[in-house]
């Protein structure tokens, strides 16, 4: 069974940087997407950056310029490193994984709080 685990989340400073990890097991159907997904409190989860088995990388308005998404194919893992973390950053942050028509794997999330 698919199952992505993330890590990597915690408190910084606004301005700091964290890097948080995914590491899928089990047997993903390629092609497919891997991606982050973040949802504050009181909020819609939202996309925050995806990548897809080629390469192609797709990132919300948002993040862009200050998170940069990475994953490799052959140890199923996607990364996403954070710089210039605003408090706004805040959330419980998912990895996702989709393939095929309709399977969609989702992480148990790892919480980011910006906050001096």
């Known amino acids: 069974q698919v199952q992505p685990v993330e890590s990597g989340g915690g408190l910084v400073q606004p301005g700091g940087s964290l890097r948080l990890s995914c590491v899928v097991s089990?047997?993903?159907?390629?092609?497919?997407?891997m991606g982050w997904y973040r949802q504050a409190p009181g909020k819609q989860r939202e996309l925050v950056a995806t990548?897809?088995?080629?390469?192609?990388?797709n990132y919300a308005d948002s993040v862009k310029g200050r998170f940069t998404i990475s994953r490799d194919n052959a140890k199923n893992t996607v990364s996403l490193q954070m710089n210039s973390l605003k408090p706004e950053d805040t959330a419980v942050y998912y990895c996702?994984?989709?393939?095929?028509?309709?399977?969609?794997?989702w992480g148990q999330g790892t919480q980011v709080t910006v906050s001096s």
């Open positions: 990548s897809t088995t080629g390469g192609t990388t």
């Open positions: 996702r994984v989709a393939a095929g028509w309709s399977l969609v794997y």
């Open positions: 089990g047997s993903i159907v390629s092609p497919n997407t």
